[in-house]
Nanobody, 126 residues
Framework: QVQLVESGGGLVQTGSSLRVSCAAS????????MGWFRQAPGKEREYVAA????????DYAESVNGRFTISRDNSRNTVYLQMSGLKPEDTAVYYC???????????????????WGQGTQVTVSS
């Protein structure tokens, strides 16, 4: 079955950098667009970034644009989220998600995604 496993979360200070990873199995990774979402305590899950199946098209939420970088390595079945300039408001559980793509695009709505990981906690202290 399809599995998405996030890793790399942790506790960091304001202004630090951190990279979270998501390893996929049970699917043909290169056929799936990928996304990162996050959910803070008491808040709804929100979109962070997305990447098309080839990596050619990328999109970011306004709140992270210029600070976060999404990338993927199709040979390793892995998608990454490099985070820099972290702020306390970035504290959340970060989830990766996958959607079968037929149109070489990215997807920014959680409802569009078929598969989800279990999440990794990122905590930014002030």
């Amino acid at each position: 079955q399809v599995q998405l496993v996030e890793s790399g979360g942790g506790l960091v200070q304001t202004g630090s950098s951190l990279r979270v990873s998501c390893a996929a199995s049970g699917l043909t990774f290169g056929l799936y667009a990928m996304g990162w979402f996050r959910q803070a305590p008491g808040k709804e899950r929100e979109y962070v970034a997305a990447i098309s199946r080839s990596g050619a098209t990328i999109d970011y939420a306004e709140s992270v644009n210029g600070r976060f970088t999404i990338s993927r390595d199709n040979s390793r079945n892995t998608v990454y989220l490099q985070m820099s300039g972290l702020k306390p408001e970035d504290t959340a559980v970060y989830y990766c998600a996958a959607v079968r793509d037929y149109s070489r695009r990215y997807y920014y709505m959680a409802s569009q995604y078929n598969y989800w990981g279990q999440g990794t906690q990122v905590t930014v202290s002030s």
